[in-house]
């Protein structure tokens, strides 16, 4: 073969290679819906603090297994530390950050979300087994970082 063969072959391949990459792309977002969590709302940092619903952070029940979880991420604690819901609860996370960006992800779970200051984030999950799951800052997000720990109980 001649180097002009390899080229023209390596050509294709990053092509083809492009091409399914593009196609897995569209049909992931079209086909079956799948988006990175977008902002629902926004807020502003600044008296988020007393702006319902985050002037009472916590868990409250919205229908017959329905749950509303507001919470807020902040330097270096989540608000409220803990929840409880009971098992097979829907729970629908509204969070935000007052201060920097944090994360918010529920370990062994699909929640995984970032909580921005000014936008409110929103995810809806079902606990199916009960046990106590540990919510996780997954950004970096200063000092205290490592100790931004939170749970989710399920009883
Ligand atoms: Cu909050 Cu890392």
Known sequence: MTIET???AFLALGGATLTAVLLVLLYTSVGIDIHLPTR???VDPATVRTTPPFDQPGVRQTGPR???AVMLGQA???????I???VGAEV???ATSPDVIHGFFIAG???NMMLIPGQVSRQTYTFRRRGEYALICHEYCGLGHQ????????E
């Open 84 to 86: 409880r819901v009971p």
């Open 147 to 154: 100790g931004m720990i939170g749970r989710v109980i399920v």
């Open 76 to 82: 270096w604690t989540f608000l409220p530390q803990e």
């Open 66 to 68: 329905q749950y509303e």
């Open 40 to 42: 629902v709302a926004e």
């Open 92 to 94: 629908t996370f509204t």
């Open 109 to 111: 779970t699909r929640v």
């Open 6 to 8: 390899y080229e023209k």
